[in-house]
């Protein structure tokens, strides 16, 4: 027997080959018949699962360009998208993991990603579709007219009725019907809480920055998404305890049509190209000053772009990112951290520090 293990350490392979004596055979000049078997086991979901990309079909499901660099150097990456492009990497883009892993396949000729992309891995059903436990909204959340002009009145505020807030305060958790604007050089605390974004993005922009430490956001409906713009601040860790704990960011699941995204200020980067294959949710964040995104980002029906030109969570003890689709784009450093025993914030089960399956796939 021959027993082989994969570069990447997530296959085992076995192969047997016996001579099979023929009980007739001799009448047929043909004593022996070899014979030889072989069988592949392969891990799935690999310890330590730190991003995940959902979609089953899409192109460039995982796609980094421009310079962007994903960090994730001690935990893996997943595609779960059967195409033969599902991880694209352009424009000398890097990305480090554990392992890279693709249902289908990668083109990533143009970009540096270490180890290389295994291809042909086994899907991976969404690990986290029974862990949330989606909060009831409940009445709309206003703020005293000291903290801004008041619902709908915002600059740029694109959905009406949101809240806006253009003078420094500190939100408490509830429902924001219409999503919720911060913009100016307003500097916004979060008491800890679960906050409904609610038929409208959550936006920062100006000079605004947004603080928050055992906070955890619900976006809800249709017109929900979000919108960190490049001059601002942001700084989160997921709630501790409650029903999002270990979640900094997650959604409503389902969408039932497009959702143009949130516009930007005057002068502001357009959305990068690629139209998802269904109608998803925009999530983006051009912000150069995120450095702390503790927590687990779970949007099954959203699309994450991350096209800043600074580092993104580098601060943050752990991140984990499960989602649709996720484009990194005009340079930006994602880290994937995987110090979990360094914080009190959770890891919710089915990602980060867990045990792979072992699959017979051969």
Request: glycine content about 12%; hydrophobic content about 40%; charged content about 10%.
């Given at each position: 027997m021959?027993?082989s293990v994969?570069?990447?350490?997530?296959?085992?392979?076995?192969?047997?080959?016996?001579?099979?004596k023929?009980?007739?055979?001799?009448?047929?000049?043909?004593?022996?018949?070899?014979?030889?078997?072989?069988?592949?086991?392969?891990?799935?979901?690999?310890?330590?699962?730190?991003?995940?990309?959902?979609?089953?079909?899409?192109v460039?499901?995982?796609?980094?360009e421009?310079?962007?660099?994903?960090?994730?150097t001690?935990?893996?990456?997943?595609a779960?998208?059967?195409?033969?492009?599902?991880?694209q990497?352009?424009?000398?883009?890097?990305?480090?993991?554990?392992?890279?892993?693709?249902?289908?396949?990668s083109?990533?000729?143009?970009?540096n990603?270490?180890?290389?992309?295994?291809?042909?891995?086994?899907?991976?059903?969404d690990p986290?579709?029974?862990?949330?436990?989606?909060?009831?909204?409940?009445?709309?959340v206003?703020?005293?007219a000291?903290a801004?002009?008041?619902?709908?009145?915002?600059?740029?505020?694109?959905?009406?009725?949101?809240?806006?807030?253009?003078?420094?305060?500190?939100?408490?958790?509830?429902t924001y019907c219409?999503?919720?604007?911060?913009?100016?050089?307003?500097?916004?605390?979060?008491?800890?809480?679960v906050?409904?974004?609610?038929?409208?993005?959550?936006?920062?922009?100006?000079?605004?920055?947004?603080?928050?430490?055992?906070?955890g956001?619900?976006?809800?409906?249709?017109?929900?998404?979000?919108?960190?713009?490049?001059n601002?601040?942001?700084?989160?860790?997921?709630?501790?305890?409650?029903?999002?704990?270990?979640?900094?960011?997650?959604e409503?699941?389902?969408?039932?049509?497009?959702?143009?995204?949130p516009?930007?200020?005057?002068?502001?980067?357009?959305?990068?190209?690629?139209?998802?294959?269904?109608?998803?949710r925009?999530y983006?964040?051009?912000?150069?000053?995120?450095?702390?995104?503790?927590?687990?980002?779970?949007?099954?029906?959203?699309?994450?772009?991350?096209?800043?030109s600074?580092?993104?969570?580098?601060?943050?003890?752990?991140?984990?990112i499960?989602?649709?689709?996720l484009?990194?784009?005009?340079g930006?450093?994602?880290?994937?951290?995987?110090?979990?025993?360094?914080?009190s914030?959770?890891v919710?089960?089915?990602?980060?520090?867990?045990?792979?399956?072992?699959?017979?796939?051969?």
């Amino acid at each position: 027997m021959v027993v082989s293990v994969s570069s990447d350490k997530t296959s085992v392979s076995a192969t047997a080959t016996d001579q099979f004596k023929l009980a007739f055979g001799a009448f047929v000049g043909l004593k022996v018949v070899p014979i030889t078997v072989r069988s592949t086991a392969t891990i799935m979901g690999k310890m330590r699962l730190c991003l995940l990309t959902l979609d089953p079909a899409a192109v460039g499901s995982l796609h980094l360009e421009k310079n962007a660099n994903l960090s994730a150097t001690s935990c893996s990456l997943y595609a779960d998208s059967n195409s033969p492009k599902a991880i694209q990497g352009d424009d000398n883009a890097i990305a480090k993991a554990d392992t890279i892993c693709s249902v289908g396949g990668s083109n990533t000729s143009r970009a540096n990603f270490a180890p290389p992309v295994t291809s042909g891995c086994p899907a991976i059903a969404d690990p986290l579709a029974v862990t949330v436990k989606a909060p009831v909204p409940g009445s709309c959340v206003t703020v005293s007219a000291s903290a801004g002009p008041g619902p709908g009145k915002g600059p740029g505020g694109p959905a009406a009725g949101n809240v806006a807030i253009t003078a420094s305060t500190t939100l408490d958790p509830g429902t924001y019907c219409g999503g919720l604007h911060i913009s100016g050089s307003a500097n916004v605390t979060l008491n800890p809480g679960v906050y409904i974004i609610k038929d409208g993005p959550l936006i920062v922009d100006g000079q605004a920055s947004m603080t928050g430490q055992d906070v955890g956001f619900y976006f809800m409906g249709d017109a929900a998404g979000l919108r960190f713009d490049a001059n601002t601040t942001i700084s989160l860790a997921a709630p501790v305890s409650g029903p999002l704990a270990g979640f900094l960011m997650t959604e409503q699941p389902g969408v039932s049509a497009p959702v143009p995204p949130p516009p930007g200020p005057a002068g502001s980067p357009p959305s990068p190209p690629g139209p998802p294959s269904k109608p998803l949710r925009e999530y983006r964040i051009i912000s150069n000053n995120a450095r702390t995104m503790l927590g687990t980002i779970y949007l099954p029906s959203g699309r994450l772009i991350i096209d800043g030109s600074a580092a993104v969570s580098d601060q943050s003890a752990y991140t984990v990112i499960v989602v649709q689709l996720l484009d990194l784009y005009d340079g930006p450093t994602l880290y994937l951290n995987a110090n979990y025993d360094a914080t009190s914030v959770p890891v919710p089960k089915g990602v980060g520090p867990v045990n792979g399956k072992i699959l017979l796939t051969q």
